[in-house]
């Protein structure tokens, strides 16, 4: 009677747990829908952006200017701070000779959130710009504080190491980036406390982006290695792929004993 009872519960508990899995899949799937502004050259019109599970759509009374976007036929998505987005195609502007056409986009409500990060990043392969930073649920394995050199003045904030990703996190939220390693061209160090990061972000009048920062500790061997082997894996470079630690989400900082790393390489 009992080994029965007990089998009911175990089948209760599954049928339960593949309801909820089914319930969950289509609000992980709702689109999100913004109130924006587009702007253009010499003025702007105004839509929706939807962004979907299969596309990004600009909806507006202005026929010419409503699009929708595949995920493919997008080259890169810019979220450049909590209101702004720039959608950056394969479209050709006007005669201008061009590979690429930058659709700018300025919430009039609301603000892009870590939910909308976490959307993206489970959808999107090709390079993405993130200001905003997605759910991190595991502590960084090293954290080295650092000042971001502006072309004038400049930010101070940390750069966390994560197995999967790299993060700047501002203390100017506009100047944050969340980078998985495959949104990094490559990186560069120039001695101990100088660091830089070439990313594929559109910089204007130049080539793409790179991130300049100035370092308050040693970027150590083992912290430089343990970046580039993940920015430029191959099978000349193998390494063993951490799994991501579970955490709490904290805002203390935690840096790692590098000698602790030396030691285990």
């Known amino acids: 009677m009992i080994t029965r009872m007990k089998t ?4 209760i508990s599954l049928m339960t747990g593949a309801v909820a899995l089914v319930l969950a899949e289509p609000a992980l799937a709702q689109p ?22 299969e596309t990004i759509q600009y909806r507006t009374s202005r026929k010419k200017d409503a699009r929708i976007w595949r995920y493919a036929d997008i080259k890169r998505i810019e979220i450049r701070s909590p209101r702004v987005i720039h959608i950056v195609t394969y479209e050709t502007q006007g005669t201008v000779w061009s590979t690429t056409r930058r659709f700018e986009f300025k919430l009039l409500d609301g603000e892009i959130t870590a939910a909308v990060s976490d959307f993206l990043l489970r959808r999107v392969t090709r390079p993405l710009v993130l200001s905003v930073l997605p759910t991190i649920e595991r502590q960084p394995t090293f954290v080295i504080p650092a000042k971001h050199r502006h072309r004038r003045g400049g930010c101070e904030g940390l750069l966390k190491v994560y197995p999967d990703a790299l993060v700047f996190e501002s203390q100017n939220p506009r100047h944050t980036r969340y980078w998985r390693y495959q949104d990094i061209q490559q990186i560069g160090r120039f001695g101990p406390y100088r660091f830089e990061v070439a990313t594929y972000e559109h910089q204007m009048g130049g080539p793409d982006r790179v991130f300049h920062f100035e370092l308050k500790e040693r970027l150590d061997d083992p912290i430089y290695d343990y970046l580039w082997v993940r920015v430029n894996r191959t099978k000349y470079y193998p390494y063993e792929p951490e799994e991501p630690i579970r955490a709490t989400p904290t805002k203390e900082v935690v840096r790692i004993s590098t000698t602790r790393r030396a030691s285990q390489r």
């Open 32 to 53: 999100f829908e913004f109130s924006v502004k587009h702007r253009h050259v010499l003025r702007h019109c105004r839509g929706t952006l939807i962004i979907g599970p």
């Open 8 to 11: 009911k519960a175990i089948i």
